[in-house]
């Protein structure tokens, strides 16, 4: 069993940046692929970023595509997202998720085995 904490969440600006940090704890962290999503009010949860157990492989939203970059240092147990460009659809919940049995990062919510308590991300306009 792996723990996720998210942070780095907070109000930014419409064209601004923020970087989340997601640290976890447990199992060994190297051995789960991990994947960003995402919550508006009143939206299903979304598909934000993947990668997967080294790094290697990585795959995006199309909504932030170019905008997004998903990282991880499993040195530290931890993963991130870079968001750069922000703009007021950006705003959610976000969370942190870990995946134990695939080796390709998933974009499908119900094949996540843990998740984070999630980080609020407000983009003002």
């Known amino acids: 069993q792996v723990q996720l904490v998210e942070s780095g969440g907070g109000l930014v600006q419409a064209g601004g940046s923020l970087r989340l940090s997601c640290a976890a704890s447990?199992?060994?962290?190297?051995?789960?692929?991990m994947g960003w999503f995402r919550q508006a009010p009143g939206k299903e949860r979304e598909f934000v970023a993947g990668?997967?157990?080294?790094?290697?492989?990585?795959n995006y939203g199309d909504s932030v595509k170019g905008r997004f970059t998903i990282s991880r240092d499993n040195a530290k147990e931890t993963v991130y997202l870079q968001m750069n460009s922000l703009k007021p659809e950006d705003t959610a919940v976000y969370y942190c998720?870990?995946?134990?049995?695939?080796?390709?990062?998933?974009?499908?919510?119900?094949?996540?085995?843990?998740w984070g308590q999630g980080t609020q991300v407000t983009v003002s306009s």
């Open positions: 998720a870990a995946e134990q049995d695939l080796l390709v990062p998933t974009r499908i919510l119900s094949d996540y085995d843990y």
């Open positions: 447990g199992r060994t962290f190297s051995s789960y692929a």
């Open positions: 990668i997967s157990r080294g790094g290697g492989n990585r």
